[in-house]
C-alpha cells in the first residue's frame, strides 16, 4: 500500500513516526527493519522510543531512525538526519515537546541550535512529538520561514488545521494515525475507557478495528525550501484481507521449505 502511495504521489522522500509500532509501545529493530522494507526512508519517534530495550543498540546503529533532538546528548541515536536526493539536501528533524511530557532540553533552542549546523540545506521537515496544541503553534511561529513543514505528532488524531504560512511552512497540529480508529487513540476501547471509569491501571493492546492509514503530503520547492502545497490523506486498511494473505503466504514458504 505505501509503495503505491509513493507512487501515486510521486514521492521523494517518505517518513514515519512509528513509536507505537509494537503493540503501542516503542519498536523493535525486526519491526524498523520491515517499516523501512515497506518504503519508509526515515522514522522518527517520540516518547515511547525507549520501550523495547532491544532498540539501545539498533537505534544507535541506525541514522534513518531518530528518537527526539532535545533527549540529552547521552541517549543513543540521533535527532536529525540529512539526506541528498538529486543535489538537494534535505533534513529531517525530531524534536518532543515538555508540556504534559517528560522534561527534555528545551526543543526550541536545540531547533535553533540544529539549524545553525545545517548550512546550505533548504529543506527542512520537523516532526514535533508533543501532546500540547500551544507549544505545537508555538514552534510554528519560532520557526516560521526557517523551515518547510512542522508536522505535529503524539496525539494521533488528525487535526483540521493542515496550512502553509505567508513564509512558507507547512503546519499541522496532528498528521493523523495510522491504525484502528475504533478505539481510544489506537488501543482497545475496555481497557482504556476502563482506567478512566476506575482510576485503576489496565492492560493494554492495540484495536483491530476501522485500520486507516493517514499521513500528509508536502511539495517543497527545493531553492528555497518553501512549502508550495499541503494535503492530508485518509487511506481506509483492509486488515483482514491483509492477515488472510500474510497466512497464505506463510504456508506456502512453510510447503516449499
Ligand atoms: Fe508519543
Redo the contacts with the bound molecule.
Sequence with gaps: MLKDLREEHSADLVVANI?NAAGGFGVTPEMAQKIFAYGVDIQTS???IWDRVQILEYIADTPRLLRPANYPRQAPGSGVHVVEIREHKIAVVNLMGRVYMHTLDCPFKTADRILSRLEGVHTVLVDF?AEATSEKQAMLYHLDGKVSAIIGT?THVRTADARISSRGTAYVTDAGMTGAHQSIIGMEVGPSLGRFLTGMPKRFSTASEDVKLQGVVVTVDPSDGHATSFESFTHDFDLAAYQGSKADNNSESDTSA
Design positions: 513509536e517520540g516518547n515511547h512529538h503524539h
